[in-house]
């Protein structure tokens, strides 16, 4: 079949392969290829009607869980080999098909179209405990703790790790770091279609809908004090709600914050608008850290340490606060910040970040191409959030005002 591809993908529970998997889909569509997804874990939610979160179903030991499994895999290959028969090109199986006898059948059912297998590491051990606490929020493990919840879904990882067998002998594979997005390795042994577009696709940041939003009003806001961990003011608190307002269409599933208080309660109203909301506080995300400089007013610091105010005003990228940070020394941090939101947010199509004055300057900076000297001076108002867009078509970036009399 002519055109027509098979993606496997390939890889231990909670190594973003769904995610992957969305972001091919969704790019190959965009691109007029006509692609779907088979996944093997929404198969096994819908075709039983018992819960199948227990981690014991998993073990390679139970006899009932490993048919039923191979069952769900048989059927979403029936349902791939329908679809690239009735008109659809690419077929993305997502599943982790950690067994070479797995991966054998997969190619025996489509003889006649290329595979590409797709396999999805994540050596980055805090982005990986962040993704499994998102996990044990679905719906599968509502019965357990939280704790007890982990707890399974660990076990449930172990058993796939002890018959992990890694990709080696299938013609075309591609190992991805699914945190860094980046090629760890590839071996392309005959035409593969979309090749180009799918290393692409893997290795580039697209963007469908973030919303940068600062945090609203504090009381140091008012007395023009820097850092610390102060909380709304009544007008911050308003604010708040006009932005809940102004999102009450749209869903936000995950709303990333920094760790201080006046981010989380800004975010606040917004989780009680939404149906399913969910907040993750990054400390990639907190505020500059001033130093020496926490707690004082811009005019205190231009009286009581001119050395600082004249140093930051020459270039105020590169400055470093005494004993703090400067916008050039949180770059690393923020980019490291935005890798974990692009990994936990699993492809959907909007993503929020309430963040701060500076922080959310350098998170614009990478997404814009602006002068290093301009990026301290960026305009980033309170009653107004940035509305970014970047795909291979477009890149557009909004300045949207919401509670307009919120000034
Ligand atoms: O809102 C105040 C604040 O977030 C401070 O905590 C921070 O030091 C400052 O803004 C960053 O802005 P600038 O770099 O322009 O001083």
């Known amino acids: 079949m002519k055109g027509k591809l098979v993606i496997v993908m390939v890889g231990l529970p909670a190594r973003g392969k769904s995610t992957m998997g969305r972001k091919l889909s969704r790019t190959l569509e965009l691109d007029g290829v006509k692609t779907s997804i088979f996944n093997n874990g929404d198969l096994r939610r819908k075709m039983s009607s018992e819960n199948t979160s227990s981690s014991t179903f998993f073990s390679p030991d139970n006899a009932e869980g490993v048919a039923f499994r191979e069952r769900v895999s048989s059927l979403n290959l029936e349902k791939a080999r329908d679809f690239l028969e009735q008109g659809g090109a690419v077929a993305i199986l997502d599943a982790s098909n950690v067994t070479r006898s797995r991966r054998e059948k997969i190619r025996t059912t489509f003889p006649e179209t290329p595979h590409l297998f797709i396999e999805c590491l994540n050596a980055d051990d805090e982005a990986l405990e962040a993704n499994l606490e998102r996990k044990v929020e679905l719906n599968e493990f509502s019965h357990l703790s939280k704790e007890e919840a982990l707890a399974s879904f660990l076990r449930r990882i172990a058993y796939y790790e002890s018959i992990y067998e890694p990709l080696d002998v299938e013609p075309n594979r591609i190992l991805v770091d699914s945190f860094e997005s980046c090629i760890l390795q590839e071996q392309v042994s005959y035409e593969v279609p979309y090749y180009d577009r799918i290393r692409d696709i893997l290795t580039t940041r697209v963007v469908r809908n973030l919303f940068l939003v600062r945090h609203g009003e504090t009381f140091y806001n008012l007395e023009d004090r820097i850092g610390g961990n102060s909380e709304l003011t009544d007008k911050g608190q308003e604010q708040a709600r006009a932005l809940a307002e102004h999102f009450a269409t749209q869903r936000i599933p995950i709303i990333f914050t920094s760790n201080y208080t006046r981010t989380l309660q800004t975010a606040e109203p917004i989780v009680a608008r939404q149906n399913h909301c969910s907040v993750i506080a990054l400390p990639e995300f907190n505020e500059i850290h001033a130093g020496l400089c926490e707690g004082m007013t811009y005019r205190e610091i231009s009286e009581k340490m001119t050395h600082v105010a004249r140093a930051r005003r020459l270039n105020k990228y590169r400055y470093r606060y005494p004993e703090g940070e400067g916008y050039k020394s949180m770059e690393e941090r923020v980019h490291r910040g935005l890798k974990k939101v692009f990994y936990l947010n699993n492809y959907d199509e909007?993503?929020?970040?309430?963040?701060?004055?500076?922080?959310?300057?350098?998170?614009?900076?990478?997404?814009?191409?602006?002068?290093?000297?301009?990026?301290?001076?960026?305009?980033?108002?309170?009653?107004?959030?940035?509305?970014?867009?970047?795909?291979?078509?477009?890149?557009?970036?909004?300045?949207?005002?919401?509670?307009?009399?919120?000034?």
């Open 350 to 407: 909007n993503i929020m970040i309430v963040g701060h004055r500076a922080v959310n300057r350098v998170i614009l900076s990478m997404f814009l191409s602006r002068q290093e000297e301009e990026i301290p001076y960026i305009y980033m108002p309170q009653n107004r959030y940035y509305h970014i867009q970047i795909n291979p078509h477009r890149r557009i970036f909004e300045l949207i005002p919401f509670g307009t009399s919120l000034g």
